[in-house]
């Protein structure tokens, strides 16, 4: 698979460890949502690291994608994504990379998607492509974050919500949540999948990307509400991965 | 050739360890899988090895356990760029368990439990390159690797050892299996750099 360039157009600030990157891909052959690049950063001696990041835009006809990149304190490419990259450096990278962990806008199924953290970022490619599309498959998003202000997407999720119902939109916080939510802070439990994600007789495709750990224990609990494994897909993440 | 991001210099390991292209090292054992862990009590597990038509070997928990065992000691390679070296296991050559099979196929597919699918040439399953591993660095192998047992294909990219695994089908012609066809490279040398469909 081959090395392109891109150049970075656009840089905007998530959250205080999160950044989301623009960049213009001359030779973009188009994505499908939920797909991920490799980017490779070259020191000046010629040592090189390679690390794989998520697409967070929808696909679309333009030369662009957006990657959203969390800083991990021992990482050693987030850092300089996060911090040191200005707009037009340019960027190697290769994809788009898998065809498992992705959503097509011919899929008309409910859609179950359940993030932890920038496990958000691929869910949120699936969001933006349903709504590009006009797709009416009826989405659910229940999002793990640790507080508040580690929230990704927060005001273009909450528009998508509002705005016609396709989105149902559920956060569970799992170390402070806002002082008047319903929810003591807590990891995602077998009551809150049963109440907020789909019932398992409609048949829901489920999405759950995040740390490893989060999503073994949240897989096996929409195992355990009925959802057939074979409609369970997952993407995973250590520390060390650093895949987004 | 490349593009230099000034500023840019990396955490590079300090032991002058020889990786294949692309890889970084972790001490941590991550985990990649495409949908739930399966579990499998050890009183409903088998493997089997048959040729897509008849069963050529089957074995229950019991009849696997009193198979020899052999303790290796291996390197891992991730297809998504991590490195494990000097990992130890306990499991059962699959020359052992191909011992009595008589074939002239070509290839194998790993089978799962959760139907996760890998090809192989059978060559590369045999003459000590590969085993059905049940102990992780003397411990019971964990679900989230692939216990009660996985394949253990170490010369290859990790998704070639196929966790959960519970046989293998002898083909007479390649196949691909899941990640396979779906963008990643048939064969899966690491030291070759083989990810994608594609790679050389």
Known sequence: ?244 | MGIVSLGFSGLRSAADVKLPPGQYLTTDFPVLSAGPTPHVPLDRWEFVIDDGTNVLRRWDWKSFRDLPTETFTVDLHCVTRWSKLGTSWEGVSLDTMLADVKTDASHAMARSYGDYTTNLPLSDLMNKQAWIAFRFDNKDLAPEHGGPARLLVPHLYLWKSAKWVRGITLMHQDKPGFWESLGYHIYGDPWREQRYSGDE
């Open chain 1, 1 to 244: 698979m081959m090395w392109r360039v891109g150049t970075v157009i656009a840089l905007h600030e998530e959250t205080a460890t999160a950044r989301t990157i623009t960049l213009e891909v001359s030779d973009w052959p188009g994505h499908v949502a939920g797909q991920h690049v490799d980017v490779r950063l070259m020191a000046s001696d010629g040592y090189s690291a390679v690390r794989s990041y998520s697409v967070a835009s929808a696909p679309n006809s333009e030369r662009r994608i957006e990657l959203t990149v969390e800083r991990l304190p021992d990482g050693e490419v987030s850092p300089y994504l996060t911090q040191q990259i200005a707009v037009s450096d340019r960027l190697e990278l290769r994809g788009p990379i898998g065809g498992w962990f992705v959503w097509h806008a011919q899929q008309t199924e409910p859609i179950q998607l359940v993030a932890g953290g920038s496990g958000i970022v691929p869910l949120m490619a699936m969001i933006r492509s349903g709504a590009l599309a006009g797709s009416t498959a009826p989405f659910r998003l229940l999002y793990s974050v640790r507080k508040p202000e580690a929230v990704l997407y927060r005001e273009e999720l909450q528009a998508l919500s509002d705005q016609d119902h396709s989105l149902g939109l559920t956060y569970a916080y799992t170390r402070i949540a806002p002082e008047d939510w319903p929810r003591p802070a807590g990891r995602i439990d077998a009551a809150l999948i049963a109440n907020t994600t789909w019932p398992s007789k409609l048949g829901p495709t489920c999405y759950v990307c995040g740390p490893t750990s989060f999503v073994e224990s949240t897989a096996g609990l929409l195992t355990a509400i009925g959802n057939n494994p074979d409609k369970i897909r997952t993407e995973r993440f250590g520390p060390t991965g650093e895949r987004q």
